[in-house]
C-alpha cells in the first residue's frame, strides 16, 4: 500500500475553520489528508495536543487561525498560539524531528484559496519529508 | 556483621553523581536512629561490601535505588531489589524521573560512546579481551528512570532530595522498622506546585507578566519579586512543592528538580504552554513588526531547560523514542 501522509489541521472556530467551511461550500478541492479539527481559538491549542497527534500517527500538524494582529476574535489567542509553536519547533527539532512538519499559518474567513494552497503546499512538503516514524505506521 | 533482630537495609545505585549519598549522610544524628533499627548490607560508598553479596541474600526489607537506569549492570540491580525487597524506595530526581543523566535518553548509545572515547579529556583504549565477569557493563539502548521499570513505594525526588524528602523517608523507615508499612505509593512533598508556596509573590496573581526573556546577568534582580515578572525563566510554576526554596530564597530561580507538578505529566510541554502565556503580553501587536521570534529566540535551549529533570519520562520523549524504533 501506498503511504500517504497525514495531517492533523487544528482550525480556530472563527477564522480558518471557515476557510474551510468556505471551500467546501465553493466545491473547492484541496487534498484528503488533512484531517481538520475546530477549536474555538488557536490560543487553546496546548502543545500537548500537537504532540498527542504526532504519537498517534499525524505526520504533519497545520495549526490555522486568525491574522495578526487584529483579527483574533478573543484578542490575543493568535499570538499565544504564534509564541507555543515556535518555541515547540524549536523544541521538536532538538528532539530529532524536522520542525516543517509543524506549520502555523494565518487564513481569514474569507481566505478559502490561501487554505486551498497552504494545505496542498503542506501535503507535498509533509509527501517529501517521509513518514514521521520510519514506514509509516500502516494504521488505518 | 549482621546483627540478629535488625532489618536489612540495601542502597543501590544506578547511573549517579553521588549526591544523593550525600544528602543521606547529611541527615546526622537522624541516620543514626534508623541505623539502631536496621542493618546496612550494602550501600557502595559507606560500607565495604561487594555486589555478590547482595545477590546471595534471600531477602531484603528496604532498599533504596539511587540513579538513572543506564547500563545492564543498572537494570540487573534494580529489577534485583524489586524482587528482593519489601520495601523499594526511589531516591532522587534521576530514580524518580530520570535526572540530569537522562537528558542522554535523546542520544543514541554509539554517539554516546564515541564521545566518552574521542574526546580530549578522556583517554581511549581499544577494550581488550577480557573474561566475561571483568567487562563492563553495556549501555543501553536508552535510559530510564527507576519508576519506569519497577513500581517503587515510596519516591523521594529533588536534586539532591532536600530535608522534606529525607525527614519523610527517615520517618517511613522507622515506622517501617516498628511494623506499618506505608499504604499505596507515596511521593514526598505538597499537592500543589511551587509557586503556591513561594515567598516571591507578585503583585496580581491573575496576571503575571514577563517582560522579555533575560538571563541572570542580564539584569539587575529585585529581591523578592517574583521571577517571572522580572523576566527570568523559573520552573516554579510546574514543579511540585518539595522543597525549602534553597534556590529561590538564595536568589536564584527554580529550575524544576523536585519534578512535575501534581496533574502534571510533561512538564515541558506545560511550562512551553504557560510562558507562551504570559510573555510579553499587550506588546506583541507592537513587537510584530522587528519580530516577536526574536525575544523567543532567548531560550537558546528549550529542551534543556524545560526538561532539565525529567526528560526519560516526560511524554514527548515516547515520540522520540517510538520514531527511533521504527526506523530501526
Known amino acids: 500500500m501506498m503511504w500517504e501522509p497525514r495531517i492533523v489541521a487544528f482550525f480556530c472556530k472563527w477564522c480558518a475553520g471557515s476557510a474551510a467551511d468556505l471551500a467546501g461550500v465553493s466545491r473547492m478541492q484541496y487534498p484528503a489528508n488533512i484531517i481538520p479539527v475546530i477549536v474555538p481559538c488557536t490560543g487553546r491549542i496546548s502543545p500537548r495536543a500537537i504532540i498527542e497527534a504526532f504519537i498517534n500517527g499525524a505526520d504533519g500538524v497545520l495549526v490555522g487561525g486568525c491574522h495578526t494582529p487584529n483579527d483574533c476574535h478573543y484578542m490575543a489567542g493568535n499570538f499565544k498560539a504564534f509564541k507555543r509553536v515556535y518555541l515547540l519547533k524549536k523544541m521538536l527539532k532538538q528532539f530529532g524531528i524536522e520542525p516543517e512538519r509543524l506549520r502555523i499559518e494565518w487564513i481569514s474567513a474569507t481566505e478559502s484559496q490561501k487554505l486551498v494552497r497552504v494545505t496542498k503546499e503542506f501535503v507535498s512538503q509533509i509527501r517529501e519529508l517521509g513518514p514521521l516514524m520510519g514506514e509509516g505506521d500502516g494504521e488505518a | ?191 500543589q506546585s511551587l509557586c503556591h508556596e513561594c515567598p ?52 536564584m530561580p527554580c529550575i524544576g528538580c523536585m519534578g512535575p507538578a501534581p496533574g502534571v505529566d510533561d512538564v515541558g510541554l506545560k511550562y512551553l504552554s504557560a510562558i507562551a502565556s504570559i510573555l510579553l503580553v499587550d506588546k506583541e501587536k507592537e513587537l510584530l513588526e522587528n519580530g516577536l521570534a526574536r525575544h523567543l529566540d532567548k531560550i537558546v535551549d528549550p529542551l534543556g531547560m524545560f526538561y532539565r529533570y525529567t526528560l526519560p519520562s516526560s511524554y514527548i520523549t515516547k515520540l522520540s523514542i517510538k520514531r527511533r524504533k521504527k526506523r530501526g
Open chain 2, 200 to 251: 516571591r509573590k507578585p503583585k496580581d496573581l491573575s496576571k503575571i507578566v514577563m517582560p522579555g526573556i533575560y538571563r541572570l546577568h542580564e539584569i539587575k534582580l529585585e529581591e523578592g519579586k517574583c521571577f517571572l515578572e522580572q523576566g527570568i525563566l523559573c520552573m516554579g510554576p510546574a514543579t511540585r512543592a518539595a522543597c525549602d526554596m534553597p534556590c529561590i530564597k538564595n536568589n
Open chain 2, 1 to 191: 556483621m549482621r546483627v540478629m533482630g535488625k532489618l536489612k537495609l540495601a542502597i543501590v545505585y544506578g547511573a549517579i553523581c553521588g549526591g544523593c549519598d550525600v544528602s543521606l549522610v547529611n541527615t546526622g544524628e537522624k541516620l543514626a536512629d534508623v541505623l539502631e533499627k536496621y542493618d546496612i548490607v550494602y550501600w557502595g560508598a559507606a560500607i565495604d561490601g561487594k555486589a555478590d553479596m547482595l545477590e546471595k541474600l534471600d531477602k531484603i526489607d528496604v532498599a533504596i535505588y539511587m540513579g538513572t537506569v543506564r547500563t545492564e549492570s543498572n537494570l540487573k540491580y534494580a529489577k534485583l531489589i524489586r524482587d528482593k525487597a519489601d520495601l523499594v524506595v526511589a531516591y532522587g530526581a534521576c530514580a524518580v524521573y530520570g535526572g540530569i543523566p537522562g537528558l542522554g535518553a535523546l542520544m543514541e548509545p554509539e554517539e554516546i560512546m564515541k564521545i566518552v572515547s574521542s574526546t580530549v579529556t578522556t583517554e581511549s583504549k581499544e577494550e581488550i579481551d577480557l573474561p566475561e565477569e571483568l567487562k563492563l557493563p553495556r549501555i543501553l539502548p536508552t535510559c530510564t528512570s527507576l519508576v519506569e521499570i519497577l513500581d517503587p513505594d515510596v519516591m523521594a525526588p529533588g536534586c539532591p532530595p532536600g530535608p522534606i524528602s529525607n525527614d519523610g523517608l527517615l520517618k517511613v523507615l522507622i515506622d517501617y522498622a516498628a511494623g506499618k508499612k506505608p499504604e499505596g505509593k507515596i511521593i514526598f512533598g505538597e499537592e
